[in-house]
T-cell receptor, first 114, second 111 residues
Framework: KAGVTQTPRYLIKTRGQQVTLSCSPI?????VSWYQQTPGQGLQFLFE???????NKGNFPGRFSGRQFSNSRSEMNVSTLELGDSALYLC?????????????FGSGTRLTVV | TQLLEQSPQFLSIQEGENLTVYCNSS?????LQWYRQEPGEGPVLLVT???GGEVKKLKRLTFQFGDARKDSSLHITAAQPGDTGLYLC???????????WGLGTSLAVNP
């Protein structure tokens, strides 16, 4: 079966702009989580969605938002981009809403803010 | 704040050598996972351990969960260049649905 698909793979934006990233989970997976990965901070949890509802949220400012659609596809949006938002954004899907069940990650979106 | 500490941070070895990397915490976890991430890709789940003292083997990789479920180790026998990557551990404390992640061990296996 198809894996987790993230689009776009690479993105370059200017400070102050906004960006929308997309994630299509594995068919049948209803839980989608988003992470920001940087060399110094590692994987930082952004939010988790399950059946279109945000179930968990990390410690990121309100400029970071997300949503999940009825087909489990998810989007995250970052408004008023800052240089520090440059990172690899990873989407992970899982069958159950249980972290111990293990994630399947997408290849990520590499965002560069200039 | 719950932390997962991974050591060593970097490791460069020759093909055929053995190695062990560690994932430690002062907290007790209900489960712990190991992932490998290659450059430009997302992490790939290797194993999940849930029972204290549990040992799981995946070909040349041996994973162990500490008896007290506070730490874990990953041992690779006869490392190969294809083992190169960032090894991440992630744990579930059980009190919420968030996973806690270590910063990873970056492994380079030279031919």
């Amino acid at each position: 079966k198809a894996g987790v698909t993230q689009t776009p793979r690479y993105l370059i934006k200017t400070r102050g702009q906004q960006v929308t990233l997309s994630c299509s989970p594995i068919s049948g997976h209803r839980s989608v989580s988003w992470y920001q990965q940087t060399p110094g901070q590692g994987l930082q949890f952004l939010f988790e969605y399950f059946s279109e509802t945000q179930r968990n949220k990390g410690n990121f400012p309100g400029r970071f938002s997300g949503r999940q659609f009825s087909n489990s596809r998810s989007e995250m949006n970052v408004s008023t981009l800052e240089l520090g938002d440059s990172a690899l954004y990873l989407c992970a899907s899982s069958l159950a809403q249980v972290p111990g069940a293990g994630y399947t990650f997408g290849s990520g979106t590499r965002l560069t803010v200039v | 704040t719950q932390l997962l500490e991974q050591s060593p941070q970097f490791l460069s070895i020759q093909e055929g050598e053995n190695l062990t990397v560690y994932c430690n915490s002062s907290s007790v976890f209900s489960s712990l996972q190991w992932y490998r991430q290659e450059p430009g890709e997302g992490p790939v789940l290797l194993v999940t351990v849930v029972t204290g003292g549990e040992v799981k083997k995946l070909k040349r990789l041996t994973f162990q969960f500490g008896d007290a479920r506070k730490d874990s180790s990953l041992h690779i026998t006869a490392a190969q260049p294809g083992d190169t990557g960032l090894y991440l551990c992630a744990a579930n404390a059980g009190n919420n649905r968030k996973l806690i992640w270590g910063l990873g061990t970056s492994l380079a296996v030279n031919p």
